[in-house]
Structures are given as structure tokens and as C-alpha cells.
Nanobody
């Protein structure tokens, strides 16, 4: 079965960096749409970035220029490099996937989710 396991979260000060990882198994990772979502305290889960080999990479406006999504198909691993972190980036971060041909940041498209990794940014 599909398994997604996130790691790399932690606590950093404003302006710092973190790299999240998502280890995937149980499906064909290399051709799948993969995305990062986040859910801050009292907020709805929102899309952060999405990538698929035959689609444009997508970023939320709030993270453009600061976050980079990437993947290592040989390792079945998705990454999110987060630079210049801000307190408003504080959230639980989830990786997600689905089997549809498109790849957008629409939460309802995704039917497989990891358990999440917490990112806390202090000012």
C-alpha cells in the first residue's frame, strides 16, 4: 500500500532554513504528482508546492522565491528546501500524492497523505 513518511521538521529562528523529506513506497513514485501541504494553528490545510515530471512545478505565492520542491526518483524521496523562514511558516507539513494525470495544489485531488512533520519558526 501507499506509504508516505515525512521527516526533517524542527524549530528554527526567523530567517533560518530547513529541508523536509518524504520517503514514498508502495506505488510508482517517478511518474506521480507529489506535493507538500501545510496546516498552521487554527488554519485550513493549504498547498505549498507540487511537482510532476510532465507538469509545471507549482508554488503557493506565499513561498515563491523561498521554498524549492525537488525529488530523487532513485530514492523515492520528495524534498522541500525552505529558506528565509518566517513565523507565518509555522505549521504541520504534509506530503501527499494522487494518481490523476494532472498536478495542481488542490487539496481534494490528493488521496494519500503522510503523518506530517512539525515546523516551528520563532521571531
Amino acid at each position: 500500500q501507499v506509504q508516505l513518511v515525512e521527516s526533517g521538521g524542527g524549530s528554527v529562528q526567523s530567517g533560518g532554513s530547513l529541508r523536509l523529506s518524504c520517503a514514498a513506497s508502495g506505488y510508482t513514485f517517478s511518474t506521480s504528482c507529489m506535493a507538500w501541504f501545510r496546516q498552521g494553528p487554527g488554519k485550513e490545510r493549504e498547498g505549498v508546492a507540487a511537482t510532476k515530471y510532465d507538469s509545471p512545478t507549482r508554488y503557493a505565492d506565499s513561498v515563491k522565491g523561498r521554498f524549492t520542491i525537488s525529488r530523487d526518483n532513485a530514492k523515492n524521496t520528495l524534498y522541500l528546501q525552505m529558506n528565509n523562514l518566517k513565523p507565518e511558516d509555522t505549521a504541520m507539513y504534509y506530503c501527499a500524492t494522487h494518481s490523476r494525470w494532472w498536478c495542481q495544489l488542490l487539496r481534494s485531488d490528493y488521496n494519500y497523505w503522510g503523518q506530517g512533520t512539525q515546523v516551528t519558526v520563532s521571531s
